[in-house]
């Protein structure tokens, strides 16, 4: 019999890829997710696997200890992944709370709800459980024109998102070394792919283009960013959870360093070849809108992988361009999921703004 997962978040973005990636890849394994459907949570998401006999879906919240330990007891994973997050930095700005609390009052309570998990089992479980904590290249701060993010940089967070992430791998780090739960960490790079919420750069842009409305671009455009394609990261937590040293962190970055204008320009070229505007001539890089800058907007990120390369055997399969022409071409044939998931609860609106900050 296989493993059995258990993934917070897993219908969000990386979540839900995640369930496909280990459905497929995994074909004895079991996979539970644990998620409260907040507005980027959504089992559309997983509608196409809603009827397999090796998949469950629990409703409940990280931060309620009673949930999150009836589901544990429930369920009895060999390996919990912890994706659940508020990780959009702009609504970090708007409502810091709801990050403090998701983020790290969350990572707490699933880290509590481990350690109770391998303290009532036996040895041969405790030997083979994991606890893959999924965090983020911005605990790290902001890099100059030169130089990679490594395992052993210093935590410098920037925003209230980052700050959030950075306390909850601070969490699990103390929960190794204190409790021996068997915990590691994955600092990952910026992802993009298919069922990503349109608050993000690339499906934002994406659909703000093909309704022609304006393509914001914030401050000059040249922030620099690592980009990630999901289903490359779910091999490398796949890797982490199956060979991945407790107490170790790893970092996973897509070796693909872009502007956002540089972003911006290539969706809106392939956009372009599939879709053309409506009158002759004009471009999709026409819509592009220079709009003011996020507060504390971190200038670049770049991740170096060498250590999950070298010692995981993992590294990046998908081209940029390869991800993101399939990454258009989803959203291109995903137009019903796009209206459903935002009804009601966001319009591409600009957030983050910071009105009336000192």
């Known amino acids: 019999m296989g493993l059995t997962y258990f993934i917070t978040g897993g219908a969000g973005f990386i979540g839900s890829n995640l369930v496909h990636y280990l459905l497929t890849k995994d074909t004895a394994s079991r996979v539970v997710v644990y998620d409260r459907l907040t507005y980027a949570g959504n089992l559309d998401n997983l509608a196409d696997v809603a009827e397999s006999p090796r998949y469950r879906f629990v409703r409940g919240d990280i931060c309620d200890r009673e949930q999150v330990r009836q589901a544990l007891l429930e369920t009895t994973p060999d390996v919990i992944y912890n994706l659940a997050a508020e990780s959009h930095v702009d609504r970090s700005i708007d409502a810091p709370g709801e990050f403090v609390r998701t983020n790290v009052t969350g990572t707490f309570e699933m880290l509590e709800g481990a350690r109770a998990l391998i303290s009532r089992e036996n ?5 083979r459980f994991r606890f893959v904590h999924v965090s983020t290249d911005e605990v790290f701060g902001s890099l100059g024109a030169q130089g990679l993010f490594a395992e052993t940089t210093q935590y410098a967070p920037n925003s209230p998102y980052a700050a959030s992430k950075a306390g909850a791998d601070h969490l699990v780090r ?17 992802n993009y792919g298919p069922y990503q919420f349109p608050e993000k750069l690339i499906p934002l842009v994406i659909l703000n283009a093909l309704e022609g409305k304006p393509l914001p671009i914030y ?19 796949h890797l982490a959870a199956e060979k991945g040293v407790p107490g170790q962190t790893y970092n996973v970055g897509g070796s693909n360093e872009h502007t ?21 001539g004009e471009s999709h890089r026409d819509l592009i809108s220079f709009v003011t800058d996020r507060p504390g907007h971190d200038r670049r990120y770049a991740i170096d992988s060498a250590k999950i390369q070298r010692e995981l055997g993992w590294k990046p399969r998908t081209s940029f361009a390869e991800g993101l022409e399939t990454t ?10 796009c209206e459903r998931i935002t009804q009601g609860v966001y319009r591409r609106e600009r957030l983050g703004l910071a009105e009336g900050r000192p």
Request: hydrophobic share 40%; glycine share 6%; charged share 20%.
């Open 174 to 190: 103390a929960y190794f070394h204190t409790y021996g739960v068997p915990a590691l960490t994955t600092n990952c790079s910026n």
């Open 123 to 127: 040895e041969s479980f405790r030997r």
């Open 260 to 280: 956002n204008l540089a972003i911006v320009h290539a969706i809106c070229d392939a956009l372009d070849r599939v879709v053309p505007r409506a009158k002759s």
């Open 328 to 337: 258009v071409k989803w959203y291109l044939g995903h137009r019903p999921w």
């Open 219 to 237: 401050g000059d455009g040249k922030n620099v960013r690592d980009w990630l394609y999901v289903v490359d990261h779910c091999e490398a937590l």
